[in-house]
């Protein structure tokens, strides 16, 4: 007869792999259109609310943008988003993020999630992945708000710079440390294998 404590972990990874069935087959909930008109309010409350949030934008190379990141569970405290990089005002590609370490803070529904790449090594690995997950295949340094209530764009030196934010400015305290990005096509039925090596090989070009 199984404990009480081995039935309790079975009952947590049957959530897991429900969580897993449902995301897996609902990638594509949102349309096109609807993950750009949340991209494009982001970044406007990203510069509009932040002191000193344009600064970093004009000098990324690439902008990852998630918007309204939810929290999917409520046992694990899963959170998943839909988003897109955004190069030279163009969205070249759009991701999946998925994060069982972002945590909500207590009183915070949803939270928008803005990467910034400033090296080009760090951008052409991010975009050429079929899966890049934040401690694994490279690191982002988050960044909140200053002594002096806006962001000293002096500080950061790091090739890759996240910021957490709601509706009451950016959030601190927070990790991306095990977030996975995997690449959607959001208007598309089915994307294969072979769809993604090819946008690999052509991406940017």
Do not use: C
């Not at 609310?49 to 000098?59: K, N, P, R, S, V």
């Not at 990089?85 to 370490?101: E, H, M, P, T, W």
């Not at 990790?175 to 052509?202: C, Y």
């Amino acid at each position: 007869m199984k404990s009480k404590h081995a039935n309790q972990i079975s009952k947590i990874f049957g959530l897991f792999y429900i969580f897993i069935l449902f995301f897996g087959v609902n990638t594509n909930a949102k349309s096109t259109l609807e993950i750009d008109a949340a991209i494009e309010s982001a970044i406007d409350r990203f510069t509009n609310e932040i002191q000193g949030a344009q600064t970093y934008l004009d000098g990324a190379r690439g902008i990852l943008v998630i918007p309204k990141m939810i929290k999917a569970g409520l046992v694990l405290g899963m959170e998943y988003g839909e988003g897109a990089l955004v190069v030279d005002n163009i969205k070249v590609q759009y991701y999946r993020a998925f994060s069982g370490s972002l945590g909500l803070q207590l009183g915070i529904g949803s939270k928008d999630l803005i990467i910034l790449f400033y090296d080009d090594e760090a951008m052409d690995d991010f975009l050429y992945s079929s899966g890049w997950q934040v401690g694994v295949d490279g690191s982002v340094a988050i960044l909140d708000m200053g002594a002096g209530g806006s962001l000293d764009s002096t500080e950061a030196q790091d090739p890759i710079v996240g910021f957490v934010f709601g509706h009451k400015g950016l959030i601190a305290g927070l990790s991306l440390e095990g977030t996975k990005f995997t690449k959607i096509w959001p208007d598309s039925e089915e994307v294969d294998e072979d769809s993604i090596e090819a946008f690999n090989e052509n991406a940017l070009d």
